[in-house]
């Protein structure tokens, strides 16, 4: 009860809800948005993210332009994809636009028009002695319009010719683009675009000898209406070389074709959308990567509906294929053609080598009023046979991810629940390391977590966690709280206190963030200090002191490239390591 009535007591001014959605992700934890000033935005706003696999993720404001700006993710282990729906809350002041200064009173002209001569005066006589740029403009164009008043009567305006399109069927009822049609994709713009990238970084300690670094080019492009058609080619690839020295030198090389297919469809000229080649599915993700062919159909109702054929690639550095066939289908409603309310549910058979494998039911729903909690879930079903050994026969959920989620005026509220289980594969690859049988029977994960923030002023910003979870050996628990302030020049200082206690270990500590946004990028310096707790250990060893330092620059527009660079010391004790890196990303 005391916690509702906080809560309710943070809703008092007035907010518009804005619709959004990823544009690019990247450089480093950090996306665009297709929204900017004009939509009101502004540095420091909080944006919500829901992917399509479920969840409520959040993220600041960073940056702002006329129609787009970049928002650092509060969580950088996860980065929506380009096309990810998000809101923000805007306060509807920002909207009250100021009352236009009054237009000044013309002068009337004095009796007898001009006077004689050439129809024009003679220097400085009638002009006012403070001329603006925009009044010699206007006497610069009457006089280049010098024969027009030739030609006609002193004193008189010459008549303007006959507009061409006199817009007789448009009406005040109608917005301004009524008229306008969409532009089929048989006639869009041939060309690319997309992102590529190139990363690399190293981490030495010198009192382990041990070293590791990693270098990786990739790419993520679109060819859109290559055959004049509509549709595109889609690719995302990357080399990567990885390094890892002690005592003897451990290198590796990897070639990773995530993404190559071909994609038609799935507009409002087009309801059917199909895709060939290696893709994420498109109706339902949950399902994975294939290597095949998929169709959907979008109804008149707003209902999709598909099925997908084709091999599921291995979840290893080479994407191996051919071992695993499946067969999906899938259906999604919705109330209605906003989606505030959408229930989604697919089935999934496979084969391993041509031997029955997994049966998969995926179910997920979203309800987002306009005002109002927002709940997001999504659960995976195992459905298993006397032919499973370790799991026997019966129903058994793998994972599950639920949130609900609401922002008022002046803070918000999350409630996270995860569940997570080992299923029965004959299917390689798709839990490292190899589980065991014991594991595979026994191992299951759950946990729930509470976020919470609210403004205290119109500068500052009060936020925090609470998490417990519970496993087949043990249970723990984290928590941090901290205080966001924003200072003058686009910049901000978050001070974090944070602990959690594990199975094996406990740690308590204190985080302190500065950053700072300019106009060609932003700064960032991070102190950290913890104290590390060490269960099972004899007193001489089991408190440890940890500190961090770590800097980080973005810069964005440098020749075209987006930059980010970094680097990091941390102290753990009696041993001293560091890091730094770079990534280097250029956008079509």
């Given amino acids: 009860m005391v916690l509702w009535t906080c809560v309710s007591a943070w809703a008092q001014e007035e907010l518009e809800r804005v619709s959004l959605r990823v544009s690019s992700a990247g450089p480093g934890a950090s996306v665009t948005i297709d929204r900017g000033k004009r939509d009101g935005l502004a540095i420091g706003d909080v944006v919500s993210f829901f992917p399509r696999q479920g969840g409520t993720y959040s993220g600041t404001v960073l940056s702002v332009r006329a129609r787009s700006a970049v928002v650092e993710m509060r969580d950088a282990k996860f980065v929506p994809e380009a096309g990810t729906r998000g809101e923000v809350l805007i306060p509807a002041s920002r909207f009250t636009q100021p009352d236009p200064e009054p237009e000044p009173e013309l002068q009337p002209e004095p009796e007898g028009g001009q006077p004689e001569g050439e129809g024009t005066k003679p220097e400085g006589e009638g002009e006012p002695e403070d001329k603006d740029k925009d009044g010699a403009g206007v006497a610069a164009g009457a006089a280049a319009a010098g024969g027009a008043a030739a030609a006609g009567t002193e004193g008189e305006t010459p008549e303007h010719p006959p507009w061409k399109n006199k817009d007789e069927e448009w009406s005040t009822s109608k917005s301004l683009l009524a008229e306008t049609g969409a532009v089929r994709p048989k006639n869009r713009r041939k060309g690319l675009a997309g992102f590529t990238y190139v990363s690399a970084a190293v981490t030495d300690n010198p009192d382990s000898d041990f070293t590791s670094s990693y270098l990786r080019v990739g790419t993520d492009l679109t060819y859109s209406n290559p055959f004049g058609k509509g549709g595109g080619f889609r690719l995302n690839a990357e080399a990567a070389y990885l390094a890892n020295y ?129 709940f997001h879930a999504t659960i995976w079903v195992d459905f298993y046979s006397a032919s499973d050994p370790i799991k026997g026969s019966g129903i058994e959920i793998t994972q599950a991810i639920a949130s609900l989620n609401r922002t008022f005026a002046r803070g918000g509220i999350q409630f996270l629940y995860q569940h997570w289980a080992f299923a029965e594969l004959l299917r390689e690859g798709e839990y490292r390391p190899i589980v065991f049988a014991a594991d595979l029977a026994n191992n299951e994960f759950d946990r729930l977590a509470l976020n919470l923030w609210k403004m205290l002023g119109a500068d500052r910003r009060l936020h925090g966690h609470v998490s417990g979870w519970v496993d087949e050996d043990g249970s723990g628990g984290a928590f941090d709280i901290g205080v966001e302030q924003t200072l003058r020049r686009q910049a901000h200082l978050d001070l974090v206190g944070y602990g959690n206690i594990g199975q094996y270990e406990s740690v308590a500590g204190v985080r302190l963030l500065y950053g700072r946004t300019t106009a060609k990028g932003r700064w960032d310096l991070m102190y950290e200090l913890a104290f590390h707790h060490i269960h099972g250990l004899n007193a001489n060893r089991d408190d440890l002191v940890q500190q961090r330092l770590r800097g980080s620059l973005s810069v964005y527009r440098v020749g075209n490239w987006d930059v980010y660079v970094f680097g990091e010391v941390v102290a753990y004790d009696k041993e001293i390591s560091w890091s730094a890196g770079f990534t280097w990303q250029k956008g079509f």
């Fill in 246 to 374: 002690k005592y003897n030198s451990d290198l590796t090389g990897d070639f990773l074709l995530r993404r190559l297919s071909y994609f038609r469809g799935g507009n409002r000229f087009n309801s059917n959308r199909w895709e060939v080649g290696r893709f994420l599915q498109h109706g339902m993700p949950e399902f994975g990567v294939l290597d095949g062919l998929q169709w959907a159909h979008r109804g008149d109702n707003g209902h999709r509906y598909g099925v997908s054929m084709g091999y599921m690639p291995e979840l290893n550095d080479d994407f191996d294929t051919f071992e695993d066939f499946q067969l999906a289908g899938w259906y999604e409603w919705v109330q209605d053609p906003n989606e505030r309310f959408l229930i989604a549910g697919g089935f999934q058979k496979t084969w391993n080598n041509g031997n029955p494998d997994r049966d998969l039911l995926v179910a997920r729903m979203h309800v987002l009023p306009v005002d109002g909690w927002a």
